[in-house]
């Protein structure tokens, strides 16, 4: 209640007079930019703190009684008037931005009938709960005219001769450069400039926002006014000094409000009826065409007078543009209504404009960019619409040359700007490469050369490389143009390759906080050329796949264009969409043939639909493949595999014959003695035996065939066997997802079947995946091995209890043996004696015992193997006391890629001696860079192989190992890391270099630490903070 009574009484406190003089009181830009801040504050706080209408009605009544005297206040205090106006504004500016929050979500404004609607208001955000628009409209409609009224008053300063003819500045004016916020105006003077301004700027933003509830004639005073007050504008002679010209910059930039407002149906159709220039203008001219020659006549006149400073002449572009836009949006208003726009200019007066804005493109201000790319894209679209003709033909040259020209220029103002920001990037896009002129094949091609746009999207796509955003709008765009148009996909095919290959960074934080927040920004990419699939693509956007998503998507929806040659509906666009398919896919075809293990799961998918399409290569060419017995295992697993879903997924027609011709070559695959192989083969042909091959009703061995009774046994052995149904029951959720026809569509390739992981490069395939689960395996059958060793060891060794053959040793080697026995038993390996040709001949035992010279010979060669085995042992032990003396810590940089970082923290874990050192890639210790760096660490510390999709499973695996894990990240948990006591066993991540550590990883953690920092840049090196951690962690155990 504090902060809502805090809120009733900011209007008035705002709006006081401090001064207890009478003096003249003055302010300039940058007083009004600190009091819009703060109304605009105090207008966001107030609708989220009021939840219910009564709670709005003492900031309705300050309002009235404000706005029914504010001429009257006028008089009295100077800037009582501008507050007030300012602190309206912002509340109006606010209630747009609910609106059009309740506009994303669905929500339509609501009026006095849907009030009392209870049903709807749980759907509503609570500001736009209580707010009755209908009722708002009312009152400021009621103090509208006395806006109006105030708004006149305030002009005057606009028209009047004898402060323009004053060319008198003072020595602090003179000597300002000029800028946004620097008039070159007296002081009283910018003061009544810029109540005039404000005047104009709210009642055209009032009037605009009423007329979404008024629709009778209640606002035509307004609409009066501010047509007077451009045409008046546009009328009044240029002025030959600087005051003058500073003053009519000034009514340019309040009349941007104005024709901001006129945009609309009903102050289109009051215009109409009082264009007093358009009823003197000869018969049969365009209406528009006065006012837009003498607005262009007057503002060209102002800019050539030269009177103005550099800086306030760029200013006075950006309005003169702002305004041209709105002008322009006039007739486009009217033709997205349907009506005919021939009345409204004509060809020359936009040819006039054209060439007016090609001409000052290269050489535009950051703060023109917008509205000039947004008034190209206008005029195309109204040339394009047939009524004014148009603006490209492959006859005349003069227009061919004004695309060069525009391309040129537009790639000249792009390279120009400083920032790439997504609503310039977005309009050039749109604007240069519009719909109205990329169907025709000249502007892209001219003989042997690029046409004009060709050559822009080269450029593009060339700064594309360094700039995410700009590729990944420039795909949207391009591949949205190219499915309208699929004749020009032709001109293309290298482009789109390069889009299909495209990868970046993952994340722009830049990226979407413009798409969130700005407002120009939704606009335009809202206008580039539409997905086929929006809901997929808006969901990859701002990601590394956003290029290949968008190709994918094409051609997909190409794909339905293709499938329609030849029928009845079949037409040009279905044979180009066909041609290009085929062109593109040639082209690929290419990239793969040496690049396989990277594309595996996409080769496989891509096989299957072909066998599934054409049946008959199925005998022709994947038999003999399965019956090549010297295939590599590898290559034959991607074969198994395919075979298999061919197998489950074709047709009913061609099902049992591919299930006589593949499954026979398949199941010797169970034999083989790759593990890989094998454990793949067994759950693909218990996928074909469960689905295909039914139980059969009687089991007697009697009436059963052989082969009957071998599969059936296979089929239950392959159901019961345990190892079996462990790797059937970590796999058979991929086996079970497959779909060979939903993994062709985009949503299928890059959408995981079974859950969202983290996407690297091609989604893991089922062949690895079985690979990862037989090498957790193979560690229980290792440990059961060697149990088995020891065992056999010790019956070997039952010879020590014959006493002829112990008497041959002496005591001290009894003594050395029986410490060898006792103490490396596990690490004993079997000895094989070969005898010689005379040894052999004699093998009796008697004639052994009697024979000592070979016996001594024997005995010699004991002596020999004992001492190897002492020398095995002692470097046995001593390489056990090593890892025994290795601290518990595992350090995990499998999310890093840079070889400095490995290596650097590898020669940091041998330093620190830690239990090892997980990379994602263990080939990257043969680096000569590497190996530059680590100085041989790599030899003195364990590395351990863990990709990046197994870092999830290797942590959990140190978990139930009992080891903690831990992250080096800044969360909002996280504990600093002189504050943090490590335990005995730790496994610490790391993360990416700029990304840090993934959201799914960070959930496993048992706690994050970061690093104090306490420097600006506050970005510590990735290497440096895994060497701090690890140090701090043999510090506190060097002291338990």
């Keep these: 209640m504090l902060l809502l009574k805090s809120l009733y009484v900011f209007p008035n406190n705002y709006t006081s007079y401090l001064y207890l003089d009478d003096g003249f009181v003055t302010y300039d830009d940058e007083d009004l930019d600190s009091w819009e801040f703060e109304a605009k504050r105090w207008a966001r706080v107030l609708f989220l703190v009021i939840k219910e209408e009564h709670q709005f009605a003492p900031i309705l009544q300050f309002i009235q009684n404000h706005g029914v005297n504010i001429c009257s206040q006028n008089n009295q205090k100077e800037w009582v008037p501008v507050k007030f106006l300012i602190l309206t504004l912002s509340l109006v500016l606010e209630i747009e931005n609910i609106q059009e929050r309740s506009a994303e979500f669905g929500i339509p404004v609501r009026t006095n009938s849907e009030m009392d609607s209870l049903d709807r208001v749980h759907q509503l955000t609570h500001a736009d709960a209580f707010i009755n628009y209908e009722e708002l409209a009312k009152l400021f409609t009621f103090i509208l005219e006395e806006l109006v009224s105030f708004g006149n008053m305030s002009c005057s300063i606009f028209w009047s001769s004898v402060v323009m003819e004053d060319a008198s500045l003072p020595g602090s004016i003179r000597g300002k450069l000029g800028g946004p916020s620097q008039r070159r105006l ?239 990037i977005a309009a050039l896009l749109s604007s240069v490469l519009h719909s109205s002129v990329f169907g025709d094949e000249g502007m892209h091609v001219m003989g042997n050369t690029p046409g004009p746009l060709k050559w822009f999207i080269e450029k593009v796509l060339e700064e594309g490389t360094k700039s995410p955003r700009t590729i990944r709008l420039a795909a949207l765009h391009l591949t949205g143009l190219l499915l309208l148009n699929p004749k020009i996909i032709k001109y293309y095919i290298k482009e789109l390759r390069l889009l299909t290959l495209f990868g970046s960074v993952a994340f722009d ?127 034959l697993s991607s074969y198994v595999f395919i075979a298999a879903n061919i197998i489950l997924h074709a047709s009913k027609e061609v099902q049992s014959s591919h299930l006589e011709d593949l499954f026979p070559p398949i199941v010797p695959l169970l034999t083989s003695h790759h593990h890989s192989l094998r454990g793949f083969t067994q759950l693909l042909v218990f996928q074909v035996l469960s689905k295909l091959f039914r139980t059969l009703e009687s089991r007697t061995s009697i009436i059963m065939p052989l082969e009957k009774r071998c599969f059936e046994e296979l089929k239950s052995y392959l159901a019961k066997n345990s190892d079996c149904v462990r790797l059937r029951a970590s796999m058979e959720g991929y086996l079970d997802a497959y779909n060979p026809k939903l993994s062709i569509i985009p949503a299928g390739i890059f959408v995981n079947r079974v859950e969202e992981r983290e996407f690297e490069c091609v989604s893991t395939s089922l062949m690895e995946q079985v690979h990862n689960f037989l090498n957790d395996v ?96 002692s470097r046995s032990v001593a390489m056990e006391r090593i890892r ?78 009992g080891f903690s894990i831990l992250g080096l990240e800044q969360t909002a948990n996280s504990v600093p890391l002189d504050q943090y006591i490590f335990p005995k066993k730790t496994v610490l991540v790391l993360g990416r270099e700029k990304e840090g550590i993934p959201v799914d990883i960070i959930h496993m953690l048992d706690a994050c630490i970061e690093i104090p920092q306490l420097g600006v840049v506050r970005s510590l090196n990735v290497h440096v903070s895994g060497a701090i951690a690890l140090w701090e962690y043999t510090r506190q155990h060097r002291l338990q």
């Design 509 to 635: 934080e830049d990226f979407e906080a413009e798409l969130a927040e700005n407002h120009d920004a939704k606009i335009e990419v809202s206008l580039l050329a539409k997905s086929a699939d929006p809901e997929l693509t808006e969901s990859f956007i701002n990601t590394e796949l956003y290029a290949r998503v968008s190709v994918a998507v094409l051609f997909f929806k190409l794909a339905d264009l293709a499938d329609m040659v030849g029928s009845a509906n079949g037409d040009e666009d279905c044979q180009a969409a066909l041609d290009s398919g085929k062109l593109f896919l040639l082209e690929l075809l290419d990239l793969v043939r040496n690049n396989l293990p990277a594309v595996r799961q996409y080769l496989e998918t891509f096989a299957i639909n072909i066998y599934l399409k054409f049946p008959s290569l199925v005998g022709e060419q994947l038999v003999p493949i399965l019956q090549d017995y010297d295939m590599r295992p590898q290559a």
């Design 778 to 873: 193979r560690e229980d059958l290792r440990c059961s091995m060697a149990k088995d060793v020891v065992t056999i060891k010790n019956e070997r060794l039952k010879i020590g209890e014959d006493p002829d053959n112990m008497e041959l040793l002496s005591d001290m080697d009894k003594e050395k043996l029986h410490t060898q026995l006792a103490k490396g038993s596990s690490l004993d390996f079997q000895k094989k004696i070969t005898l010689s040709k005379n040894e052999k001949k004699d093998t009796s035992f008697s004639s052994f015992l009697g024979n000592r010279e070979p016996y001594k010979q024997l005995l010699e060669m004991e002596k020999e193997d004992e001492l190897f085995d002492q020398a095995l042992q």
């Design 884 to 961: 025994a003396s290795r601290q518990h810590f595992v350090l995990v940089a499998s999310l890093l890629d840079r070889i400095p970082n490995l290596a650097g923290l590898a020669r940091t874990c041998e330093i620190f001696k830690a239990s090892g050192l997980a990379i994602a890639d263990a080939n990257v210790i043969r680096d000569k860079q590497f190996q530059l760096i680590s100085v041989t660490a790599e030899k003195w510390v364990p590395i351990i192989e863990v990709p990046v999709n197994s870092v999830k499973n290797f942590l959990e695996r140190k978990k139930h190992e």
């Design 186 to 424: 007296s002081s009283s003077t910018t003061t009544t400039v810029l109540q005039a301004i404000m005047s104009v700027k709210a009642v055209a933003l009032i009037c605009s926002w009423c007329a979404q509830f008024k629709n009778d004639a209640s606002l035509n005073f307004a609409y009066s006014f501010m047509w007077n007050f451009f045409l008046k504008t546009i009328t009044s002679p240029t002025c030959d000094n600087e005051v003058g010209a500073e003053i009519c910059l000034a009514t340019y930039e309040a009349s941007a409000s104005v024709l901001r407002a006129l945009v609309s149906s009903q102050a289109l159709d009051f215009v109409r009826e009082n264009d007093k220039l358009g009823i003197s203008a000869e018969e049969g001219r365009p209406w528009m065409d006065s006012w837009v020659h003498y607005f262009l006549q007057n503002i060209n006149s102002l800019l050539a007078v030269g009177v103005l400073s550099r800086a306030r002449r760029a200013i006075l572009l950006n309005w003169k543009w702002l305004c041209l836009e709105y002008l322009l949006s006039l007739p486009y208003h009217a033709l997205e209504k349907g009506e005919n726009i021939s009345s409204f200019l004509s060809d020359a007066v936009v040819r006039s404009i054209f060439i007016d804005l090609l001409e000052s493109l290269e050489n535009a201000g950051e703060g023109s960019v917008l509205p000039m790319l947004r008034s190209v894209r206008l005029m195309l679209e109204l040339l394009a619409s047939g009524m004014l003709g148009s603006v490209v033909s492959s006859c005349n040259s003069v227009d061919f040359q004004m695309i060069w020209h525009l391309v040129h220029s537009s790639w000249i103002l792009h390279v120009s700007c400083n920032k790439r920001r997504v609503a310039p």
